[in-house]
């Protein structure tokens, strides 16, 4: 990245960002359009809709991936999804290490954007950590689920189908070579686990991983990382429960399936909405209830520094804490004997206006250029692409050529905008003076 920060209009780190995954996507799309990558000719937008779906590690498909596409194509997803998965920053700077060039302030500002986090310090190890531990868990995963579809499938198709599902989902891109997805394997323990193991693993967040890692011990964890294995452990847990209740009797769901199958359905179906995409229940065929529960978990999102994108799993408990304190007549948000910052707050309550704000403009948009499409479809659409989770009632396929670039920008900016609105907030210090208060009544 040859980009300057002292350049004419002096690019600010989260500009670089946005402007790095934008070149990204469209050498995606070319690569893709080639006659090489696909099985039959596809337009070049479907081709940018599909590299914008793996950058963002979204899992949104116009064209089916498994028969669309080569191998040579389905490599470049690969490729496209593993760069969005840990960051292209991230990337930028492992090819300067490798070079054997010096990481400068510049390289590091830009890799904390990347990767929201709030120094620099430990940045080029955190780097290094995290690609090591995502290539391993990818490895171990693709030799686990080998001996699960080789025997069915060959060594050729078993190995790569192996090695494509893993990447897919430790990046929480949701993408596969089937086109129902893994429904094939709703009772399937291993598929199930491994799957399931891999993007809960990559969504936790990479801070929160590296915590593990040196501290080990609960009590020694940051507050951000206790916040995200007791949220993300409780919230799968009651999802869970709930999908189960609401989907029992569904005969087009979990009403045909036996008792144990039920409970794989309501397993991998409760933890696939924080932005992982796979699914193993045909999700046009849940209940509304069901819908609005994923649509929920959508918009939440998996955790910062993660794979996975939404608003973030700490944002939504950050509010919830406050909110709590505000009921109970508090001062302060606490939580696990630590007090929430003034700051984090307001930056927690702008990231979720904000992100409801942009995500209703859409609907709104996708409402007139999708005029025959269902409306609970178009709002699970949005919803879904601004989260880069990659379920669909099935509207993506039908999308009109307006709607996929509607979709298209929600994707960029489910994935870039959240990280960068919050830079841009927590580093927004340049107020000198403070205007005289006064109330405004609310509520």
Known sequence: MNLRLTDQKRLTPPQIVAIGFTVTIFI?????????STTQSITFLDALFTATSATTVTGLVVVDTGTSFTM??????????????????SFALLIILILGKRIGLRERILVQESLNQTATGGIVRLVILLLAFSTMMELIAT???AMRWVPEYGWGFGLFTSLFHAV???????FSLWGE???????????????????????????VIYDLVHKRRFKTLSLHSKLMLVGTFTLNLIVMFLIFLLEFNNQDTLGS????????GSYFQAVTPRTAGFNTLDIASLEPSTLTLIIMLMFIGAGSASTGSGIKLTTILIIIVTVRAYLKGNRDAVVFGRRISESIVIRAL?????SLGFVAVSIFLLSYTEQSADYLSIIFEA????????????????????????????????RVGPVTLAFALAKSTKDQFRYPKEDVFTG
Do not use: C, H, R
């Open 143 to 145: 030799a686990i689920l």
């Open 168 to 174: 897919s989902a430790f990046n929480n891109a949701g």
């Open 181 to 207: 997805s893994l429904s094939n394997y709703v009772g399937d323990p291993v598929v199930n686990m491994i799957i399931t193991m891999l993007f809960i693993t990559g969504g936790i967040g990479f801070t």
């Open 72 to 89: 040579f194509g389905q490599i470049i997803i690969m490729i496209l999804m593993k760069i969005g998965g840990l960051g292209l920053m």
């Open 257 to 264: 399936l036996s008792w144990s199958d039920k409970l794989w």
């Open 28 to 36: 995606g799309a070319l690569l893709l359009k080639l006659p090489i």
């Open 383 to 414: 919803f879904s692409a601004f989260g880069t989770v990659g379920l669909s009632m099935g509207l993506t396929g039908e999308l009109s050529a307006l709607g996929k670039i509607i979709v298209m920008i929600l994707m960029i900016v489910g």
């Open 350 to 354: 702008s990231i979720l206006v904000i």
